[in-house]
């Protein structure tokens, strides 16, 4: 026997416990503080510990419970950042994923599981209507728009008398809205942040369109090189969905790379396709089963339309990995089209939460989540004491609390940043925090396949609570 063996049974004994410990935690999620009662020391204590040098066995699983009551908690009453409700099923499938542990490098490392991937990653295409899209999936958004922007750094530079790509001249167009991803990609791709062009929004924190053409027509007569615009299809702050059949036709005319950030909102589309019309004129496209598809952390994906550019971006492939079949499917290797070499079985859980429940369980928890927004919204609106601060087109809400209207924004900046705080700490729901045009917000987001209208009636009572002893 080698030291680390395990047999069959005792498994089987440990794969029980927690499965216990899990359905457990499930069944208590409702009755739990959203923020647990915990403190740094507290986890300093339990989690800082030296490494044993003999093994405890099962006692080893003892510490499972300090981990599940020290943990933030995903119940209802959850609306913070854009942060999906990890759907239990799919999270049995990662079980399966990690014994198995296929490295979904290539089809011969991973048969099943590429084809699996292949499947899942046409089925998100298709629902959000860019079938025939090719793509794979990823960590998250940021490394899905990093690669998307690699893709178009690639395909729209151009060649100079040296023979050799320079994108230091060339210029990356997105609203003065976009996810701070947009920024980290282009400083990481060696085009430098002042060459990441924000161009302003309108009152509903939409890119305005006329900017953009008039940003690229100052670029263009200063020997510049535009390369590409990013588009968001749900902005993180407030959900805006940019005009994307107007950016299209502008790229399309200056051969700019058009890059949608779906991260939050694309799956959106599943349920509510008419809002984001122009998704398919996209080059690549961002989306996050791990938010608005409820999937476990983490699972990102990465669509595009032609997956020659994501092979000039990413194909640098050694002799060692080189594949050794003529067949389309045995000698296909994700490595190819991604950034990524070794990859876990991230498409198991969707497959089998998506199998599980099928497409329509999902587009209607999307459309509850939807209504869900709306309600919040017009009950803010209608409040005396609370302020809407942006269209809800999806489900983000963004509002502050008004103590009374002579107050600055300053004072009220303060003031609702101190509420934040005391709702926190009451941890009944958790909400999180934006600013809009100098304003804080308090940052009500719905992409939780938990949340009720008791719920989100509950964001209004607590912030009046907290607001109360101000
Ligand atoms: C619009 C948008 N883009 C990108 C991201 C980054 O996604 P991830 O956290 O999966 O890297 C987010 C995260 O909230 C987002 O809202």
Same mark, same amino acid.
């Given at each position: 026997?080698?030291?680390?063996?395990?047999?069959?049974?005792?498994?089987?004994?440990?794969?029980?416990?927690?499965?216990?410990? =899990?359905?457990?935690?499930?069944?208590?999620?409702?009755? @739990?503080?959203?923020?647990?009662?915990?403190?740094?020391?507290? =986890?300093?204590?339990?989690?800082?510990?030296?490494?044993?040098?003999?093994?405890?066995?099962? +006692? &080893?699983?003892?510490?499972?419970?300090?981990?599940?009551?020290?943990?933030?908690? *995903?119940?209802?009453?959850?609306?913070?950042?854009?942060?999906?409700?990890?759907?239990?099923?799919?999270?049995?499938?990662?079980?399966?994923?990690?014994?198995?542990? *296929?490295?979904?490098?290539?089809?011969?490392?991973?048969?099943?599981?590429?084809?699996? %991937?292949?499947?899942?990653?046409?089925?998100?295409?298709?629902?959000?209507?860019? &079938?025939?899209?090719?793509?794979?999936?990823?960590?998250?958004?940021?490394?899905?728009?990093?690669?998307?922007?690699?893709?178009?750094?690639?395909?729209?530079?151009?060649?100079?008398?040296?023979?050799?790509?320079?994108?230091?001249?060339?210029?990356?167009?997105?609203? +003065?809205?976009?996810?701070?991803?947009?920024?980290?990609?282009?400083?990481?791709?060696?085009?430098?942040?002042?060459?990441?062009?924000?161009?302003?929004?309108?009152?509903?924190?939409?890119?305005?369109?006329?900017?953009?053409?008039?940003?690229? @027509?100052?670029?263009?007569?200063?020997?510049?090189?535009?390369?590409?615009?990013?588009?968001?299809?749900?902005?993180?702050? =407030?959900?805006? !969905?940019?005009?994307?059949?107007?950016?299209?036709?502008?790229?399309?005319?200056?051969?700019?790379?058009?890059?949608? +950030?779906?991260?939050?909102?694309?799956?959106?589309?599943?349920?509510?396709?008419?809002?984001?019309?122009?998704?398919?004129?996209?080059?690549?496209?961002?989306?996050?089963?791990?938010?608005?598809?409820?999937?476990?952390?983490?699972?990102?994906?990465?669509?595009?339309?032609?997956?020659?550019?994501?092979?000039?971006?990413?194909?640098? =492939?050694?002799?060692?990995?080189?594949?050794?079949?003529?067949?389309?499917? %045995?000698?296909?290797?994700?490595?190819?089209?991604?950034?990524?070499?070794? @990859?876990?079985?991230?498409?198991?859980?969707?497959?089998?939460?998506?199998?599980?429940?099928? /497409? *329509?369980?999902?587009?209607?928890?999307?459309?509850?989540?939807?209504?869900?927004?709306?309600?919040?919204?017009?009950?803010?609106?209608?409040?005396? @004491?609370?302020?809407?601060?942006?269209?809800?087109?999806?489900?983000?809400?963004?509002?502050?609390?008004?103590?009374?209207?002579?107050?600055?924004?300053?004072?009220?900046?303060?003031?609702?940043?101190?509420?934040?705080?005391?709702? /926190?700490?009451?941890?009944?729901?958790?909400?999180?925090?934006?600013?809009?045009?100098?304003?804080?917000?308090?940052?009500?987001? !719905?992409?939780?396949?938990?949340?009720? %209208?008791? +719920?989100?009636?509950?964001?209004?009572? %607590?912030?009046?609570? &907290?607001?109360?002893?101000?």
């Amino acid at each position: 026997m080698r030291s680390l063996s395990i047999a069959p049974e005792a498994f089987r004994r440990l794969a029980d416990e927690i499965a216990d410990l =899990t359905a457990n935690y499930l069944a208590t999620l409702d009755s @739990r503080s959203t923020f647990p009662p915990t403190s740094g020391a507290r =986890t300093e204590q339990l989690f800082h510990h030296p490494l044993n040098e003999q093994g405890l066995g099962a +006692d &080893a699983l003892k510490a499972l419970h300090d981990v599940v009551e020290n943990s933030r908690v *995903q119940n209802g009453r959850f609306f913070g950042y854009v942060l999906g409700s990890g759907e239990p099923v799919a999270a049995l499938a990662d079980l399966l994923a990690s014994v198995l542990n *296929q490295n979904v490098t290539a089809w011969r490392s991973g048969p099943a599981a590429v084809a699996i %991937e292949h499947t899942v990653v046409n089925w998100l295409a298709s629902a959000i209507g860019c &079938a025939g899209f090719h793509g794979h999936l990823t960590g998250g958004g940021s490394s899905a728009n990093l690669m998307a922007l690699a893709m178009a750094r690639e395909a729209r530079t151009p060649v100079n008398e040296s023979g050799m790509k320079d994108a230091s001249q060339g210029v990356v167009y997105a609203s +003065d809205e976009a996810h701070m991803s947009i920024a980290k990609s282009v400083a990481l791709l060696g085009i430098g942040r002042r060459n990441l062009q924000l161009i302003p929004t309108d009152s509903n924190f939409r890119l305005i369109p006329s900017q953009l053409e008039k940003a690229i @027509r100052r670029d263009q007569a200063a020997g510049k090189i535009p390369l590409a615009v990013v588009a968001n299809a749900g902005t993180v702050n =407030t959900g805006a !969905i940019d005009p994307l059949p107007e950016i299209a036709a502008i790229a399309r005319a200056n051969e700019l790379w058009l890059h949608v +950030d779906g991260a939050y909102g694309a799956l959106a589309s599943t349920a509510a396709p008419a809002i984001f019309a122009g998704l398919d004129l996209s080059d690549s496209l961002s989306l996050d089963p791990h938010k608005w598809l409820y999937q476990p952390l983490d699972c990102g994906c990465l669509l595009y339309r032609d997956p020659t550019h994501a092979r000039k971006a990413f194909a640098h =492939t050694g002799e060692y990995a080189r594949a050794l079949s003529n067949d389309p499917v %045995e000698g296909f290797a994700f490595f190819e089209e991604s950034m990524e070499l070794s @990859r876990r079985f991230r498409a198991l859980r969707l497959w089998l939460s998506l199998r599980y429940h099928g /497409l *329509q369980a999902f587009r209607a928890s999307i459309q509850e989540d939807l209504n869900l927004a709306q309600r919040l919204a017009s009950a803010i609106a209608q409040h005396p @004491r609370l302020e809407l601060l942006a269209p809800v087109g999806l489900s983000a809400v963004c509002f502050r609390y008004l103590a009374d209207t002579s107050k600055t924004d300053e004072q009220l900046n303060l003031q609702n940043a101190e509420i934040l705080k005391r709702v /926190l700490q009451r941890g009944r729901v958790y909400l999180s925090n934006a600013s809009l045009r100098g304003k804080f917000c308090l940052r009500a987001c !719905i992409v939780n396949h938990r949340t009720t %209208e008791a +719920d989100v009636d509950s964001v209004i009572a %607590e912030v009046l609570e &907290a607001a109360g002893g101000l």
